[in-house]
């Protein structure tokens, strides 16, 4: 079991690589995953692919034949060495590797495209070949006259050798078999000549007189229904019959119709990548999010060869895009993004590719978290304060942060540095979100109060301290703080006035009897004044009144 793990952590790394386009990189933990465990067909197709995305297609096809050995039943195999084979230009064995992977997979979309793709490499192409249309077998079983022939190797082997050299088949049009099999193939009746002789004295024998104006009538109604026969058979016309039947089963959600019909639509007519986009929805619909983005890729690339509309070739970006977005592959969603913005500006796109940046940054901040790295970067940071080095120790309380963004006092220790860097809104900030994570934390509310004041905000700053006295009634930070604030800055004379009236001070001067009686005298006679002023204790309780603004002297 720990070699396995090993290995599955070489292969997940390569499979980082791959989507990063590192491939280099990728073939490298594929061959390490390999060295571990060297039977495990899964890390041979991987390299495959990353041998293919380096045009090392050779060694793509000898590790496709890799995974083939080690699990003839796991149809991956065959696709990884076909894809690269095609691009080698080895068509025949193309051919010879796609029928063995249909024989395991009969339904393979892309084996069947892989197939396609050969035949039209090899002379007369597959569609002067019925014989190699990838469709052969399906059909042959579908009809029970030539599932029967199949159970016959003689039959099995004028079809192999049909496959290699169709133009046989004139040698073995004697065999009802192959007639039935190009009936089946094709849709038409072959008869030798001889047949076709006694077809034609039959119908001499049978044709109605040229005179009867009931026959020339059935004659010329005949005409269009024949050429709307014609049109009913073209292929492209088919593909679109079978298009509109998809719609309607995607609309309805009856998603397994829609695929079979949109995938007939493909067979039809490959070159309109419109099919391929739509069948990639449904995969997409179903969550089968790797089938999505392999039709998608496939839309692109046959978009490239047919010249296809960018807002086509776009919107196959873009639904690629979405199927990583809903795996959560941020960075390979913001890609495609870029891709299908590249073809055709989308607004739908732009919006969603942000989405895909924000979600990217919120999992990098995730995954960087760690407490116990957090608390060593605190610790360097309370270093640095004790020394006055204040630029350090901000960068390290910043960086304890990152590593554990939800310890208040964090942001309360950076905001000290940014008050004595004079950087008040910072610190401000720091402070309100301090506050946020932690309602109880009483140095926040401190610091905050002392930014305040610094920014000459002091009737803020008072709120900010009443708040502590709520907390702590005897915090005497708290109520120094307010006596700073009532004796500075500029405040409206009834605002001035409130707040001296509740210095504790001035009210034991207001509740003094001898003061009162003393105040009188000065409100009924100023002169009384200059004789109260000798006595020192009074004239230092009279000057507190008058800088607190409760009296005036004229």
Not at 96 to 118: I, S
Not at 156 to 162: H, K, T
Not at 457 to 463: P, R, T
Request: one cysteine or more.
């Amino acid at each position: 079991m720990a070699a396995e793990g090993k290995g599955s952590h070489f292969k997940d790394a390569g499979n980082k690589a791959l989507k990063e386009e590192k491939f280099t990189e990728a073939v490298d933990m594929y061959t390490k995953a390999l060295e571990v465990e060297p039977e495990n067909p899964v890390y041979y197709s991987n390299r495959s692919a990353a041998y293919a995305k380096l045009e090392n297609f050779q060694k793509a096809a000898d590790d496709g034949q890799k995974a083939i050995d080690l699990k003839p039943t796991w149809v991956k195999g065959y696709s990884r060495k076909a894809y690269a084979l095609i691009k080698l230009e080895r068509y025949e064995e193309v051919k010879e590797v796609c029928e063995q992977g249909l024989k395991v997979d009969p339904e393979n979309q892309q084996l069947k495209d892989n197939l396609r793709n050969a035949m039209r490499g090899l002379p007369g192409g597959v569609e002067g070949n019925p014989f190699a249309s990838p469709e052969i077998w399906a059909k042959l079983v579908a009809d029970p006259v030539t599932r029967a022939y199949l159970q016959q190797d003689d039959y099995r082997m004028m079809l192999d050798q049909l496959r290699s050299n169709p133009s046989a088949v004139a040698s073995l049009l004697h065999d009802e078999r192959i007639q039935k099999t190009l009936n089946v193939l094709l849709g038409v009746d072959i008869m030798t000549p001889e047949a076709a002789a006694g077809r034609v004295r039959q119908q001499r024998e049978e044709k109605p007189s040229t005179t009867s104006p009931s026959a020339g009538h059935a004659q010329k109604e005949k005409i269009p229904e024949e050429k709307k026969a014609d049109n009913a058979d073209d292929p492209a016309s088919q593909a679109l019959q079978e298009k509109e039947l998809g719609n309607t089963a995607y609309k309805k959600r009856d998603f397994e119709s829609a695929l079979l019909h949109y995938s007939k639509a493909a067979e039809l007519d490959p070159t309109n990548i419109t099919f391929l986009t739509n069948r990639a929805a449904v995969h997409f619909e179903m969550g089968n999010y790797d089938q999505c983005i392999e039709d998608c890729e496939r839309a692109v690339d046959v978009g490239r060869e047919e010249r296809a509309d960018f807002k086509l070739i776009a919107k196959a970006f873009a639904r690629i895009g979405n199927a990583h977005f809903k795996q959560k592959h941020w960075e390979d969603a913001i890609k495609f993004y870029d891709k299908s913005l590249a073809e055709n500006r989308s607004d739908d796109v732009r919006k969603q590719r942000q989405q895909a940046d924000k979600n990217l940054e919120e999992e990098r901040a995730r995954a960087y978290i760690n407490p116990e790295l957090s608390l060593e970067d605190k610790e360097k940071g309370n270093a640095c304060f004790q020394k006055g080095d204040f630029p350090t120790a901000m960068k390290h309380y910043t960086e304890a942060i990152r590593r554990n963004p939800e310890d208040a006092k964090l942001y309360s220790n950076r905001a000290a540095c940014y008050t004595k860097l004079a950087e008040f809104r910072l610190g401000l900030e720091d402070c309100e979100k301090c506050i946020q994570l932690d309602p109880n934390f009483i140095k926040g509310y401190l610091r905050k109060a002392a930014i305040l004041v610094g920014l000459k905000d002091f009737s803020k700053a008072l709120q900010v301290y009443e708040e502590v006295l709520e907390l702590d009634p005897n915090n005497q930070e708290a109520k120094d703080g307010m006596m700073k604030c009532h004796m500075s800055g500029p405040v409206s004379p009834e605002e001035a006035r409130q707040r001296a009236l509740r210095d504790p001070e001035i009210q034991e001067i207001f509740a003094d009897p001898a003061m009162q009686l003393i105040l009188r005298q000065m409100e009924q006679n100023p002169g009384a004044l200059a004789e109260h002023l000798k006595n020192p204790h009074i004239a230092q309780k009279i000057r507190k009144l008058v800088e607190s603004g409760l009296i005036q002297i004229k």
